[in-house]
Nanobody, 122 residues
Framework: VQLQASGGGLVQAGGSLRLSCVAS????????AGWFRQAPGKEREVVAT????????YYTNSVKGRFTISRDNAKETMYLQMNSLEPEDTALYYC????????????????WGQGTQVTVSS
């Protein structure tokens, strides 16, 4: 499985961005997936995850109510709608796929995209 993330950019605080992650390999529908982020000098952390069919989701506390994760298995694509962005959201965002629904650890995801930069100015 190969993942390609896109949609990052520079936005002012309070603005919105929509990240996309396109999978190739015709197996995306059987994989759990999620978004992670890594800021300079910090460890990679989970942002949001989705189960195989999208029926169950998880959000880290700092993004609850602002971010929405979704997936379209027919298009082999996952999304992260980010609203009310804050400077603290600035990071390199990665999409990942794995075999355990809503896993919170990066170690549970063997497949990773290349990352897309999100920068939020104050």
């Amino acid at each position: 499985v190969q993942l390609q993330a896109s949609g990052g950019g520079l936005v002012q605080a309070g603005g919105s961005l929509r990240l996309s992650c396109v999978a190739s390999g015709d197996t995306f529908s059987i994989l759990a997936a999620g978004w992670f982020r890594q800021a300079p000098g910090k460890e990679r952390e989970v942002v949001a995850t989705t189960s195989r069919n999208g029926g169950r989701t998880y959000y880290t506390n700092s993004v609850k109510g602002r971010f929405t994760i979704s997936r379209d298995n027919a298009k082999e694509t996952m999304y992260l709608q980010m609203n009310s962005l804050e400077p603290e959201d600035t990071a390199l965002y990665y999409c990942a796929a794995g075999y355990y629904d809503n896993g919170g650890s990066p170690d549970l995801y063997p497949y990773w995209g290349q990352g897309t930069q999100v920068t939020v100015s104050s």
